[in-house]
């Protein structure tokens, strides 16, 4: 990894580049760009990104990417709801890898929130009370409620101020109907978690993002005060929200609305629909305060980035993506002890091999993954089942993975059992060169860790790889010296062939 790191968070009404530097703790901004692209628009869902808003994003990453390569630093870029929703997404997705040589992680909601979870917790600093974070962007508003680094509550809305916008305020002038219909509109949507929200309870308030910050800025203004250095920790009422919000309805076009409350004219066509979610936030969970937060996705996206390089330390206690899969393995796995015993054995082999296979760091944490959900589907039916194990991982939202990441796991994990990956399969053709590679040598090593624990009484102990140009020797230890291993070395050496194909040696399976 370069020494510096970049954060991109490619949104529906703007982009945000972070580039940082890694200190012990955490890290220490070396720049920061914004542009304003409006990438989606509509009023419902954004199904499809216009050639003009790809133009527009490509550019914007273009400039983007330069800025970060000046630096040195390697780009990790998230999409969100404009991107999640489009039915040409791919479209705009091979355009930024081609050229701007950014590949974009489409993002779910849920781990949407969970990485502004994460950046608000670093910014507001507290770790021992329970706190509600809301982030009001372009095309969705998410909601947290967690306890230090634990998400408790995670929910995205199609609640955003483009799309509000949109929806009920693209009239040049300000229709009678439009701010109760907006109102009404936010209401029901947020009430369907009302009772969820208020009965985990929380004792801090943060909002983050564009939204929060114009009606930050608008309240201490109001209130006569100088500004500050930095808006972070910033407290309001929600009766200078509520008092904001009736300010702007008060004005009658975006003309007026700009010149009065001295806005960017960008902001100033979306600040009602924005201001008037944040109020249904007040309204819908009973909030009477509110502290801004600086930091919001990009910068946790770069606090997970650290992490997943091992740069800033892990809480594994609170490690959201594995927590998120022992959920559903939990839920969904007949024998889960079976399982963790076959990752325990997949993960040995993988250290052993993975000088011999080429295989990347992080790559061990999907292989543990997949062998933890691959009989998942056995809810479903236990034939076929490691095709329902693809369709429930892959349907799942696993919070603290990126969709790339969800879809590689599930096919390591459909591909544990009977066919090997072939082109004809359509998701497994869908993936790039290297995944395909990620998954075949995954899936390779998946076959034989299962074989290994056929008898599914964890037998066999631990395993030793021996390797020569020409052969492969995968040396097995039995727990215990009376251990009947032999079903367990015949049904991995059953299932050898694809890791006989990938590491291009004879392979075979001993007793130690």
């Known amino acids: 990894m370069s020494e510096l790191v970049a954060a991109l968070d490619i949104g529906t009404n703007s982009f945000h580049l972070v580039v940082a530097k890694p200190v012990p703790g955490g890290f220490e901004v070396v720049t920061r760009e914004k542009e304003v692209v409006r990438l989606g628009h509509g009023g419902g869902d954004m199904k499809h990104l216009s050639d003009e808003a790809m133009d527009r994003g490509t550019a914007c990453l273009v400039r983007l990417a330069e800025i970060a390569s000046s630096h040195e630093a390697e780009v990790r870029a998230v999409a ?5 929703e489009a039915k040409n997404r791919t479209d705009f997705i091979k355009r930024a890898r081609k050229e701007a040589g950014i590949d974009i992680e489409v993002v779910s909601g849920v781990e949407e929130a969970r990485l502004i979870h994460l950046g608000v917790l670093n910014a507001i600093g507290i770790h021992d009370q329970p706190m509600f974070v809301c982030d ?12 230090d680094d634990e998400v408790l509550f995670a929910r995205s809305f199609k609640l955003g101020a483009v799309r509000l916008t949109d929806r009920f305020f693209a009239a040049t002038t300000l229709h009678p109907s439009a701010v109760p219909s907006c109102r009404a509109f936010i209401r029901s949507m947020l009430a369907v978690v009302a009772p969820e929200v208020k009965e985990l309870g929380f ?5 983050s993002s564009g939204t929060a910050e114009t009606i930050a800025r608008l309240i201490l203004r109001e209130r006569g005060a100088s500004e500050p250095r930095s ?4 407290e309001f009422t929600a009766d200078e929200v509520r008092a904001v919000t ?3 309805i008060s004005v009658a076009t975006v003309a007026e609305r700009v010149k009065k409350f001295a806005l960017e004219p960008n902001r100033g066509d979306i600040i009602l629909a924005g201001a008037l979610i944040l109020e249904g936030l007040v309204e819908t969970f009973d909030i009477k305060a509110i502290m801004f937060s600086d930091y919001a996705l990009r910068e946790g996206l770069l606090l997970d980035t650290l ?3 091992g740069l800033l330390e892990r809480n594994d206690e609170h490690d959201a993506a594995r927590h998120s899969v022992q959920q559903l393995a939990d839920r969904c796995d007949d024998r889960p002890e079976h399982s963790a015993h076959v990752a325990k054995l997949a993960g040995k082999l993988f250290d052993e091999l993975q000088e011999t296979l080429g295989l990347e760091r992080d790559w061990r944490r999907y292989l543990e993954f997949a062998a933890l959900l691959a009989n998942v589907g056995v809810v479903v039916s236990h034939a076929k089942h490691h095709l329902h194990s693809y369709y429930l991982i892959r349907n799942s939202e696993l919070m603290g993975l990126t969709d790339r990441e969800i879809e590689l796991i599930a096919q390591i994990a459909r591909y544990h059992r009977k066919s090997v990956p072939k082109p004809e399969h359509a998701e497994f053709a869908a993936l790039s060169p290297a995944d395909q590679r990620l998954v075949r040598s995954l899936a390779a090593l998946l076959r034989v860790a299962i074989g290994l624990d056929r008898t599914y009484d964890e037998r066999v102990k631990t395993v030793e790889a021996k390797v020569t140009a020409g052969e492969l020797v995968v040396e097995v230890s039995p727990r215990g010296k009376k251990a009947d291993i032999a079903l367990n070395l015949y049904a991995a050496n059953e299932r050898k062939g694809l890791l006989a194909d990938i590491s291009r040696r004879k392979v075979k399976f001993v007793e130690e």
């Open 80 to 84: 969100t709801s404009a991107v999640r």
């Open 136 to 147: 009001i962007g372009g095309g969705s508003t998410e909601v947290v409620v967690g306890l």
């Open 231 to 234: 808006m972070n920790r910033f």
């Open 307 to 309: 992490q997943r390089e």
């Open 203 to 207: 004792e801090v308030v943060a909002a």
């Open 246 to 248: 009736q300010s702007l």
